[in-house]
């Protein structure tokens, strides 16, 4: 069974940083292309940023270039995304996304991230 949890969620002021962890089980995590999405309230879920198996193609979404960054590590069969320069409209809950090369999506519980002084 594929689980994807989520962890690292918080409240944080404007300007801060927080670096979200997703850990994978139950999958050959190096095959699969792993994503973050948003969901604020009211609103539908957000591509936010995503890469592929080996970590060579990494896509972001325009609102968050420059302050976000998606990274991997297949040995922890772990997902990250550090957020940096943190602004109450980042505020949401974040889900990680696990696409199979069969494109089977999975998607984890997700974790709220507050944005507020």
């Known amino acids: 069974q594929i689980q994807l949890v989520e962890s690292g969620g918080g409240l944080v002021q404007p300007g801060g940083s927080l670096r979200l962890s997703c850990e994978a089980s139950?999958?050959?995590?190096?095959?699969?292309?792993m994503s973050w999405y948003r969901q604020a309230p009211g609103k539908e879920r957000d591509f936010v940023a995503g890469?592929?198996?080996?970590?060579?193609?990494?896509k972001y979404d325009d609102s968050v270039k420059g302050r976000f960054t998606i990274s991997r590590d297949n040995a922890k069969n772990t997902v990250y995304l550090q957020m940096n320069n943190l602004q109450p409209e980042d505020t949401a809950v974040y889900f990680c996304?696990?696409?199979?090369?069969?494109?089977?999506?999975?998607w984890g519980q997700g974790t709220q991230v507050t944005v507020s002084s």
């Open positions: 890469m592929n198996g080996d970590g060579r193609i990494r």
């Open positions: 996304k696990a696409r199979s090369p069969g494109d089977d999506v999975y």
């Open positions: 139950g999958l050959t995590f190096n095959y699969y292309r």
